[in-house]
């Protein structure tokens, strides 16, 4: 990856423009457009979606100085969120779009993790990996046993659908969803760029969950969503502690925007839809101005030289291709891993060592699992299980 | 070069596992070796959502008849509240109706008049009913000494059940077939809506809302008609048959 991050100084945010017009365009393809190009669009969203709350959060907690600055690239940040978001068509159900997300989760992750350079954080990355995937698994069968859909029209046939880390033993005490922190001052860029990656995208899933499992009247639906943005809710919280918390406020905003060149600039190499990767390419243009607008702020306020973070160039972007066989390793390798405290653990030892997130599990699964129910015997299957006659009319069906 | 939609239907339809034969082969075998993690079948989403069934709460229930007062009303007040529901579901109905027809409109009018397909004339006829029909239930309801305004149990469901049909005429990719196709559901119901107030005043009594009410009727049942004969041309004629 060839961006000069230094030389490179994007569009200045005065010429950082919109009108609403501009923000609504014509949306992209649910049918026609290639899977990965909605898991560009769920990511960027995300990312966007969290350079907002970041922006919000350390406004309200920073004294006067960075106010404004903070609110004029706020307010782009947020209309880049809008444009990258409305690109989902009206046509994708909240339920499509979920499979969409857990698909982000699972292919994205799994090119961090493989890229990782950093053993532990890989590790966890694998770890969170193993439970998005039993997600989409999840989803799946409520797509199917509800709606009566195929949820691989929307991953087209890139990631599994099979169960992976059950999501029913996915609860886990605050105790167990720490990790250890990267050290700001050792960590390669790209672990830094990684960890705030991740931990954005998820963060927005959690938030997507928590808005729209209310919106389904069936109630295993309900259920399940209640469940797994509660998982979600443990990812950010394994995700964000996984960032020195001895950063500046400065250092964690430059570092997020850095985060995002690196992902647009990522996502323009990758577009196959023309009008997206324009889009891509407009907006990493857009970031490398806010990126030296806060490299500016970073030497003036904190005295400090960017270069003493970030690196000339930006490292190989996402690679965003089927993983299907990494994944399939990690799940025959660690599908039963469990967590204790910042470490790992087979889950023979997990009583032992993990006493309060089995007490917390127990707790929350005393009256039924939805994860469960939902996929009761479920078997993915090309077209939904009804192929198979999996219905409550499956008796006295013909051919 | 600015890319174009039409650019972009070349691609095709990603979807299904023929587009990449050898991805869809690894997911079959994946997903039928593995084993799932609990046993049963749908059939336990049943059991489950069936406990909620058994809690009982409703929807909503009508003005000044809360739904578990219900039993202690009389006759003639369960008859008038069943009543009022139908009407104000056939009201919210109608109010959407009208807005369907404008955006059927706003869609021939920029597609232009297509042959076979409705001319932009045939649709303001039939909007321009629709908006009649709305005003009829709202001066029933009044009549009735009811408030047009509120939105009952079966105007809000059938509003639920409609929400597709809005986003399909309101979608600025749809074409004027898939909008045809959609109306059509719409006019089923309304038929059958009609249909069912007509007994309804009927049997309660209102004898000259039920003969006002089978104009309305008359007027739906040509607008079915319509809208299932030019969804059917536009169709055959798209296919070249």
Known sequence: MTLDIFREKGTPLDKQLFTWRELVQAPTSKLDDDAFTRVRIILMNGLESDAVRFSH??????????????????????????????????????????????????????????????????????????????????????????????????????????????TMVEHRAPEDDLREHYVSATADPLTKLHAVTIMASENQTHDY??????????????????????????????????????????????????????????????????????????????????????????????????????????????????????????????????????????KDEEADRSPLSIAYREQMNSEGSPSEIVAAG?????????????????????? | MKSTGAQQAMVGNRTGIQTSPEMAEELIEGASNATPSSEGGPEEIAEYRGEYIAEGFPIGSMPMMPASEEGEADEEEVGMAVFLDKLGERLAFERMGTRLYEALLNKCEMLGEMTPGPTLEQIEHIGREELEHFLLVNNAITELGGDPTVQTPCADMAGVASLGIMQVLTDPRSSMAQCLQAMLMAELTDNDGWQLLIKLADNLGHDEMKVEFETALAHEEEHLLNVRAWLSECVLDSAQV
Not at chain 1, 88 to 116: C, H, K, M, Y
Not at chain 1, 237 to 264: C, F, G, R
């Open chain 1, 57 to 166: 959060a350390t406004a309200r907690m920073m004294n006067g100085d960075l106010r404004l600055p903070l609110a004029k690239i706020r307010r782009v940040e947020h209309h880049q969120q809008t444009m990258v978001n409305w690109l989902l068509p009206a046509d994708l159900s909240p339920l499509e779009t979920t499979i969409g997300f857990e698909q982000v989760a699972i292919e994205v992750t799994a090119s961090v993790a493989l890229r990782e350079p950093d053993s532990y954080l890989a590790q966890v990355y694998r770890f969170g990996l193993l439970e998005d995937f039993d997600h989409l698994y999840r989803f799946s069968a409520l797509m199917d046993r509800v709606m009566g859909a195929d949820a691989n029209n929307i991953i087209q046939n890139y990631t599994d659908i099979m169960p992976g880390r059950p």
């Open chain 1, 378 to 399: 479920y078997q993915w299957t090309p077209g939904t299980e009804l192929v198979e006659k999996k219905s409550a009319f499956a008796k006295g069906a013909s051919a």
């Open chain 1, 209 to 346: 969950y928590m808005t729209i499992g209310p919106m389904f009247a069936d109630p295993i639906a309900r259920q399940l969503y209640a469940e797994i943005a509660s998982i979600e809710e443990q990812h950010v919280t394994q995700y964000e502690s996984m960032i020195d918390p001895n950063e500046s406020p400065l250092e964690k905003w430059l570092l997020h925007e850095a985060m995002e060149v690196y992902n647009y600039y990522g996502c323009m190499e990758y577009e196959t839809n023309p009008r997206v990767k324009e889009i891509w390419t407009r907006f990493c243009d857009y970031e490398l101005g806010h990126l030296h607008m806060v490299m500016d702020l970073f030497k003036e306020i904190d005295g400090r030289d960017p270069a003493e973070l970030l690196p000339q160039t930006l490292p190989e972007p996402i690679d965003y291709q089927s993983h299907r066989q990494f994944v399939r390793e990690t799940l025959t390798n660690e599908v039963d891993l469990r967590a204790s405290g910042t470490q790992f653990t087979h």
